[in-house]
């Protein structure tokens, strides 16, 4: 069995660019969630994906957007990106058991 | 709305030793109450669940914890620490607002156990 695994492990950008983060979920799971741990804190809903539809979304501007493609697999997509972006985002699978995260993507925006 | 609270940043422990890390919740309904346990550098990894039945629940690595509904707590145990158990834990409940489902974490606690 596949686990959730994501690409890239680390990236840095600059203010004000964009960043597409990817993740492939485990096999069999038909539902996605994103969330973003900042240093030192508890990690924070995003928004998740089932079906290849967003059908929930936490409190996050619209900059802030994702894909779910037919495999199941899914990106997080970041627009003018602020220095607050700088976080941990963890990409997590599930079908009706709990969620399984990857090893998340770092990062860094200077 | 659902909230979760782990008052200690972190815990000390000397190996062999037991250990208990704390949590406590605010849901409105019937809690469904996780654990999961961070190593640096890694994703979350789940280590055990309560949804309803027995206050106590046992989970992997030798874990459990303990579902109080009078005091609205969730504590993580286990009876002998490794070395190996030092980790960042976090403790999360269910959130359904909204028609979907949601984790919200608390903040997390520390754990260091020495030998």
């Known amino acids: 069995e596949t686990g959730v695994t994501q690409s890239p492990t680390h990236l840095i950008k600059t203010r004000g660019q964009q960043v597409t983060l990817r993740c492939s979920s485990q096999?069999?799971?038909?539902?996605v969630s994103w969330y973003q741990q900042a240093l030192g804190q508890g990690p924070q809903f995003i928004f998740q994906y089932y079906r290849e539809e967003e059908n929930g979304r936490g409190n996050f501007p619209p900059r802030f957007s994702g894909l779910q493609f037919p495999n199941y697999s899914s990106e997080l997509n970041v627009n003018a990106l602020e220095l607050d972006d700088s976080a941990l985002y963890l990409c997590?699978?599930?079908?009706?058991?709990?969620?399984?995260f990857g090893n998340g993507t770092r990062l860094t925006v200077t | 709305a659902q909230s979760v609270a782990q008052p200690e940043d972190q815990v000390n422990v000397a190996e062999g030793n037991p250990l208990t890390v704390k949590c406590t919740y605010s849901v409105s309904g019937n809690p469904y109450l996780f654990w999961y346990v961070q190593y640096p550098n890694r994703g979350l990894q789940f280590l055990l669940k309560?949804?309803?039945?027995?206050?106590l629940v046992k989970g992997s690595y030798g874990f459990e914890a303990e579902f109080n509904k009078s005091q609205t707590s969730f504590h993580l145990k286990k009876p002998s620490a490794l070395v190996s158990d030092s980790a960042l834990y976090f403790c999360?409940?269910?959130?359904?607002?909204?028609?979907?489902?949601?984790?919200?974490f608390g903040a997390g606690t520390r754990l260091a156990v020495h030998p």
């Open positions: 997590a699978s599930s079908s009706q058991g709990p969620l399984h």
């Open positions: 309560y949804i309803t039945g027995d206050n």
């Open positions: 999360a409940v269910r959130d359904m607002s909204g028609g979907y489902n949601k984790l919200i």
């Open positions: 096999s069999g799971h038909n539902t």
